[in-house]
């Protein structure tokens, strides 16, 4: 990527020509398929390098695609396109050596050795909500965190995204962008914008839902810190009620520590908006194991949350 | 002037202060005599002031917050621009399942079990060296660990709150951890798979903490006579005493290398076996109700080398070398042998500087270090001179 990146600015070609000359036709034509790959199937393709060409034409491609992303202007796109490009890397890196993806690791400043990765990075790319990501879960020694080879991938995947999102939140491509491709730019802002809509569903009955729910609402409104496991109580019970990412976020806003861009990509996550399992919400065992049960005179006889949610709001 | 306040102050006129690492970017706090309101967002410039202001207010607690921030006395949160935080581990008594029945001087002893546990969960699973990690009597009832390291400084609230998860083995799952697998038919009985569990002692983790808990318990159960064995199986939640007599019968000496090999037959038993084996390997970090403050990314620590206003001890700092060596009662006490007249509230037995002290209700003469702990514990009074 770096080298990447360093190589396109020793090859001395102006954005003019990349953006006007027929020499690049193929290089524009690609970059706006990476963008539409992204938001049709959540994924960049890879496509077959036979050639010096084609891999110049790929290599040009992506800053055009990213000059495409940053001129339709919207956060869900870059989102979106952000995830793609890093599920492109991880598909690639299973394919690769090792070393590639030591290569990978170290531009993005993680440490990895061999299949050994420093807790502190492993932290902030592992989704630890999951009960098997979770640390205590994990064998460490040492400071370093022992993974098969695919899970390391799917850390440096998340560093990936991460980086494209901060690189691109808040990037302006030039002015002549929008003229070169406007009509590619509007047709994925048409979709982008039906994407949005076809997300947001039916009303909530909020005086519907249980205690443990209403008390883990309460807390994360008051800034209370609240565990791992509540929050991902919550978000699941939330989903599953028919809530939208952006009213889940804006009860998230008061936390503490609240970090708009991670929430929102956690709450994707379990939403399965990212990986496609929409994790399920913890029964009441679970929950009462958790020690977030605070039960009221309707949930005798209850045994999951949604289940007094679906008793009540009928009501 | 309060005796308390008086013996504070004559220890503030040259105190044993250990700043804190980038003392100029922290918040501090205070509480003076006879007040319940903290005094809050407070810094200092030059380590000077911070001594200029505990002999001029000679507060009963003083603290500083384990976050470094951009403008550390901005009264709002979001104004004070976190910079990143110490890791900090407080252990105390309070927390512990049956710290209501003991003495002080026993509950510090078992905190101070809690705190070896965390020092080798710290040392061997996370690899921090003796340089990272500062060890703090607190003056109360318990120890601080101070964990100062570049890589733990950013860590966020959810991340020092799966560090602590770790440590404390919450959501630990001992299926995953402990990896079962069906072995081939003939290694065991010749017919059947049996559903075996492969430990291994020598891995890293939680995985190699279990596995050698396991096994050092079946050796003692082994050494065991046959009923003391059983008393002790059902113990165990789940474990009734049929089960308990088939797993003590059924350790021969055959069955014990193979236990040793790390081969574990029946898994649900032994899983049952590992639940209480990770309650007492897990440190008690805090109580169930209670948050757990090390993830919090902006608390209030007590300043090394302060007195506590509950003891009028002093939050000292202990030699990881040292730990065993540690007595609060001795090492952490600051004020002298002077006599002092107080009168004893409640009848008790004590040990400080290493001198065993009976003391009968009513009025005593106790020498100073001894008087100011009592008064400081609301356990003695002294009329004002």
New interface residues.
């Given amino acids: 990527m770096k080298e990447a990146k360093e190589w396109v600015k020793e090859q001395k070609v102006s954005i003019e020509e990349i953006l006007f000359d027929d020499l690049y036709e193929r290089a524009r034509e690609r970059g706006v398929e990476r963008v539409r790959q992204a938001v049709d199937e959540g994924i960049v393709r890879e496509v077959a390098m036979v050639s010096e060409a084609d891999c110049i034409m790929e290599i040009f491609s992506y800053p055009i695609a990213r000059m495409i992303v940053a001129s339709v202007e919207s956060d869900y796109l870059v989102r979106r396109y952000a995830l793609a490009e890093a599920k492109k890397a991880y598909e690639s890196m299973k394919n690769e050596e090792g070393s590639f993806i030591d290569y990978l690791a170290r531009e993005m400043g993680v440490e990895v050795s061999g299949n050994e990765i ?3 990075d492993y ?2 790319y592992a989704p ?1 909500w999951d ?2 990501w ?11 965190v ?1 993974l098969s080879k695919s899970e390391v991938a799917r850390l440096i995947q998340e560093a990936i995204r991460k980086k494209i999102y901060n690189e691109l939140a808040f990037a302006f491509a030039p002015p002549e962008v929008k003229k070169v491709f406007k009509d590619e730019i509007l047709g994925i802002k048409n979709k982008v914008i039906f994407k949005e809509e076809k997300r947001k569903v039916g009303e909530v009955k909020e005086e519907g839902f249980p205690p443990c729910i209403k008390n883990l609402i309460a807390a994360v409104k008051a800034g ?2 609240v ?3 509540g929050r991902f109580t919550l978000v699941t019970f939330l989903n599953a009620v028919g809530m939208d990412i952006e009213e889940i976020l804006k009860i998230f806003a008061s936390s ?2 609240f ?1 708009a861009e991670k929430t929102r990509y956690q709450i994707e996550h379990i939403t399965g908006r990212i990986s496609g399992t929409v994790y399920a919400t913890p029964k009441c065992d679970t929950i009462r194991t958790w ?1 977030l049960c605070y039960p009221d005179e309707y949930c005798r006889n209850i045994r999951h949350p949604l289940f007094y949610y679906r008793r009540r709001a009928r009501k | 002037m309060s005796f308390l306040r008086r013996k504070f102050y004559s220890y503030y006129l040259n105190p044993r202060i250990e700043f804190p690492p980038r003392f100029d970017r922290r918040e501090y706090a205070f509480i003076l005599f006879n007040e319940d309101t903290m005094h809050r967002h407070i810094s200092f410039s030059s380590r000077n002031d911070i001594l200029s202001y505990l002999k001029m207010n000679v507060p009963a607690h003083a603290y500083y917050s384990s976050a470094y921030y951009r403008h550390p006395s901005a009264e709002r ?1 979001m104004d004070k621009e976190w910079m990143g935080a110490d890791l900090i581990f407080d252990l105390d008594a309070d927390h512990l399942p049956n710290a209501r029945n003991l003495s002080y001087e026993e509950a510090l002893k078992e905190v101070k079990e809690e705190l070896k546990k965390l020092l080798s969960f710290l040392m ?5 060296g003796e340089r990272d990690i500062k060890l703090y009597f607190s003056g109360g009832r318990g120890y601080h660990c101070h964990v100062c390291n570049e ?2 400084l ?6 020092r ?3 602590v ?2 440590i404390t ?5 001992i299926k ?2 402990m990896g079962e697998k069906n072995l081939p038919a003939e290694k065991f009985s010749g017919r059947f798979s049996i559903k075996t569990i492969k430990i291994n002692p020598n ?5 190699g903490r279990i596995a050698r808990a396991i096994i050092d318990f079946f050796k003692r159960i082994k050494n065991m006579e046959g009923e003391d064995a059983i008393k002790e199986l059902v113990k165990i939640e789940g474990i009734g005493e049929k089960t308990a007599r088939a797993i003590y019968d059924a350790l021969t000496d055959e069955r014990m290398k193979r236990i040793e090999a790390g081969l574990l037959d029946q898994s649900t038993e032994f899983r049952k076996i590992a639940k209480p084996l990770v309650t007492k390997l897990a440190v008690s970090l805090h109580s ?2 209670d ?1 757990p403050v090390t ?4 608390r209030l620590i007590r300043l090394p080398g302060s007195l506590h206003g509950k003891t009028g001890l002093r939050v000292t700092g202990i030699d990881i070398k040292k730990i065993d060596d540690f007595d609060p009662l001795t090492d952490a006490v600051v004020f002298g042998e002077n006599s002092v007249k107080v009168n004893v509230l409640k009848k008790m037995e004590i040990t400080m500087m290493e001198n065993h002290f009976k003391i009968e209700k009513g009025e005593a003469k106790l020498p100073e270090y001894l008087a100011v702990f009592l008064v400081a514990r609301g356990l003695a009074e002294v009329r004002p001179p």
Avoid: C, S
Avoid at chain 1, 135 to 141: G, K
Avoid at chain 2, 295 to 298: F, P
């Fill in positions: 420093y807790f502190t932290l902030k630890t009960i098997n979770k640390l205590v879960n994990r064998e460490m020694r040492k400071g370093y022992l209370i810190n565990p791992h496991v503490p520590d970090n020690g | 949160m061997e699973d996370f690899g921090f890589k733990v950013e860590l966020g609230g959810q991340e709150r799966e560090v998860d770790y083995a919450r959501g630990l799952d995953k951890v891995q890293g983790g939680w995985q169930e109700a948050e993830a919090d990314i902006k």
